[in-house]
């Protein structure tokens, strides 16, 4: 079964600061990865993916995939009060694509 | 534009008692999810589909029912609602493999 698991839990960061967040996956052939962002009281919503090892960047999103670390990270450049979110990572196995399974969350907080 | 209904938006069980969730999703999507989420647990996956009258057991299946009567309708079945089951109920659906599931708003359950 896979698992996803992510760190910090919490993260508290000044406005305008880089924020990072980390999410490990439990098998390296794993298939799609991606990054939801949750605002209290609502679902969460697609922010980035990433298939291939090596970086992505969008505005001011930049994700890392190292799969032979089963490793992947979240960078938000310029961290606003509005980035202030649960952020998901989550993972289709190889195993069984028709799944997508998801890590515990990191709770992002941006103070202005 | 693409959207997940779910119904009710919150609802207060009995326990014992027999509760049934509703999604509705008009995008053509083969495939629907349902997750469960509490708090340390991010999301978890508890029943899935991808093609009418078939549902599959996600990896917390146990005191769930799912069914599929149609492409657009997913229903999550609890037969006894017990207190454990109080939680945010998450579907989603998404066309094809490696493409983000999209979310609905959720739905509140409190068991008491």
């Known amino acids: 079964q896979e698992k996803v698991q992510q760190s910090p839990e919490s993260l508290i960061v000044p406005e305008g600061a880089m924020s990072s967040l980390n999410c490990t996956f439990s098998n390296s052939a794993s298939q799609s990865i991606w990054w939801y962002q949750q605002h209290p009281g609502k679902g969460p919503e697609a922010l980035i993916?990433?298939?291939?090892?090596g970086n992505k960047k969008e505005g001011r999103l930049t994700v890392y995939l190292n799969r032979a670390s089963l490793h992947v990270s979240l960078h938000i450049r310029d961290s606003q009060p509005s980035d202030s979110a649960v952020y998901l990572c989550a993972v289709s196995p190889s195993s069984n694509t028709n799944k997508v399974v998801f890590g515990t969350g990191t709770r992002l907080q941006v103070l202005p | 534009e693409a959207a997940v209904t779910q119904s009710p938006r919150s609802k207060v069980a009995v326990t014992g008692g027999k509760v049934t969730l509703s999604c509705h999703q008009t995008?053509?999507?083969?495939?629907m999810y349902w997750y469960r989420q509490d708090t340390g647990h991010g999301l978890r996956l508890i029943h899935y589909?991808?093609?009418?009258?078939?549902?599959e057991k996600g990896d917390i299946p146990d005191g769930y029912k799912a069914s599929r009567p149609s492409q657009e309708n997913f229903s999550l079945i609890l037969e006894l609602a017990s207190l454990s089951q109080t939680a945010v109920y998450f579907c989603a659906s998404r066309n094809r493999v490696g493409q983000a599931p999209l979310f609905g708003e959720g739905t509140r359950l409190s068991v008491l």
């Open positions: 589909s991808y093609v009418a009258d078939s549902t």
């Open positions: 993916s990433i298939f291939s090892n």
């Open positions: 995008n053509n999507h083969d495939y």
